[in-house]
Nanobody, 125 residues
Framework: VQLQASGGGLAQAGGSLRLSCAAS????????MGWFRQAPGKEREFVSA????????YYTDSVKGRFTISRDNAKNTVDLQMNSLKPEDTAVYYC???????????????????WGQGTQVTVSS
């Protein structure tokens, strides 16, 4: 499985960016996919996850109401729409897939099997 994240860049506070993660090598429609981020000097943290069908979504508290995760199983992609960006959203964002049928501990990076290379998001104040 290979995951390719894209869409990062520079945005002003209050602005928007849309991240996309394209998967290849395996159809991922049955599996949980997630987004994590890592800011300089900090641990990698959970941002959002979506179940295989797309029917359930999960967010860390700090992004609820601002970020929206979605997936297109026909295209084998998962997106993260980020609105009302804040400087504290600045980080490298990673997409990941959990190759299991149960939701498990979707917020723990240890429960994901494959990772994308990361895309930088920088939000200026």
């Amino acid at each position: 499985v290979q995951l390719q994240a894209s869409g990062g860049g520079l945005a002003q506070a209050g602005g928007s960016l849309r991240l996309s993660c394209a998967a290849s090598g395996r159809t991922l429609s049955s599996y949980v996919m997630g987004w994590f981020r890592q800011a300089p000097g900090k641990e990698r943290e959970f941002v959002s996850a979506v179940t295989g069908s797309g029917s359930r979504t999960y967010y860390t508290d700090s992004v609820k109401g601002r970020f929206t995760i979605s997936r297109d199983n026909a295209k084998n992609t998962v997106d993260l729409q980020m609105n009302s960006l804040k400087p504290e959203d600045t980080a490298v964002y990673y997409c990941a897939v959990r190759l299991a049928y149960d939701i498990g501990n979707y917020y723990s990076a240890n429960n994901y099997n494959y990772w994308g290379q990361g895309t930088q998001v920088t939000v200026s104040s």
